[in-house]
């Protein structure tokens, strides 16, 4: 058990400085590229950190042919717009509240509304139609509505890519030549993009193998307490595989970057929303009831209290994204009082 627990707080570690590096090498590629914000946080590093927890389903899903397995991967399929929608939020909110009060930014969630609202509405449309069309039509409707998601992230990438979005801000430096700058190795000057790559697929690699070794040892610590598979597929696996978009998304609110923080979310929830969900649709039983069908629910509540707000024209307070808190403590109770 501390051998386990220590494992813990050695891979967040990994985590942290490997969100660091991602978000870094992140800025470079999209300045570099002349991307805008919007298709730099909402799908480059949506996509690139939404690695650990679409791999997590597919291996319960392909390489275990049991019940459980399947159970597990459902499960974690629904669990990520969850964790993205609620604890991700939260965690949004509570830095841009707690950077305000130490002076180092506006209290308020400052986001591009257009760019939000585009990706709550994809994710919104999305999502219900995958948790709600094969409760009411059956079976009989998944195969077409696995298509129609893939389609539609697909088209959901055309518009966030031809939409009007901010230019990306000035990069103060690429981490992985800063030593080699110092040593005059390197010229001090705008790195080659072919630095930033490796730098993001080296934080990649290293966010995948501390999110792998976090679900490990976390699966052993809850286990010694006698949690379900279920119970740890639908509320603790998600937290853990979540976690590279949870980093990234407060390394940029703590640096007043909050569109690419907010992006980097809920481009996520958009694409958790159709490629994992059309692996659920295809190959498993695809049964959402009980408290998964609850999660669901709950997320896209989430999701549509922020995007009221930003389309009513209002400013985004901390306490709109810190709602989503308190949807995962009553989720969470309830899952606990229920197993």
């Known amino acids: ?45 949506a996509v690139g950190t939404a690695l650990p927890e679409t791999i997590l389903p597919m291996v319960a899903i392909f390489s275990h042919g049991s019940v459980s397995a399947q159970e597990i991967g459902v499960g974690a399929i629904l669990g990520a717009p969850f964790m993205l929608s609620t604890i991700g939020f939260f965690l949004i909110g509570v830095t841009a509240f707690v950077a305000s009060r130490r002076g180092g930014r506006c209290p308020e969630v400052r986001v591009e509304p257009e760019t939000l609202k585009r990706d709550l509405t994809f994710f919104l449309m999305m999502y219900s139609s995958a948790v709600f069309l094969p ?63 490796i730098q993001i697929v080296a934080a990649l690699v290293v966010m995948v193998c501390g ?81 998964a069908l609850v999660s669901a629910v709950l997320a896209l509540l989430s999701a549509a209290i922020v995007l009221w707000v930003v389309a009513s024209g209002r400013k985004i307070a901390p306490v709109v994204m810190m709602v989503g808190g308190v949807f995962y403590v009553v989720y969470a109770i309830a899952v606990i009082v229920m197993k």
């Open 135 to 197: 409760i009411i039509f059956g079976h009989v409707v998944v195969v077409p509505l696995a298509i129609l998601l893939v389609a539609g992230y697909i088209f959901y990438v055309v518009q966030t890519a031809s939409a009007v979005s901010a230019d990306m801000e000035h990069l103060t430096g690429l981490h992985i030549i800063k030593l080699p700058v110092k040593m005059g190795w390197v010229k001090a000057q705008e790195p080659h993009i072919v630095w930033a790559v």
């Open 211 to 291: 999110a792998h070794l976090f679900v490990q040892n976390l699966s052993i610590v809850s286990a010694s307490f006698g949690m379900s598979p279920l119970l740890f597929a639908l509320l603790i696996a998600p937290i853990a595989t979540e976690l590279p978009e949870k980093f990234n998304s407060v390394t940029w609110t703590l640096k007043g970057k909050d569109t690419l923080a907010v992006g980097n979310m809920t481009g996520a929830m958009v694409f958790q929303s159709t490629f994992p969900v059309s692996v659920g649709l295809l190959f498993t039983s695809w049964c959402v009831e009980g408290m």
């Open 1 to 45: 058990m501390a051998i386990a627990i220590m494992f813990l707080v050695v891979s967040l570690g990994l985590i942290l400085f490997a969100a660091e590096g991602f978000t870094n090498g992140i800025e470079l590629v999209g300045r570099r590229l002349s991307f805008s914000q919007a298709v730099v946080g909402s799908i480059l590093a």
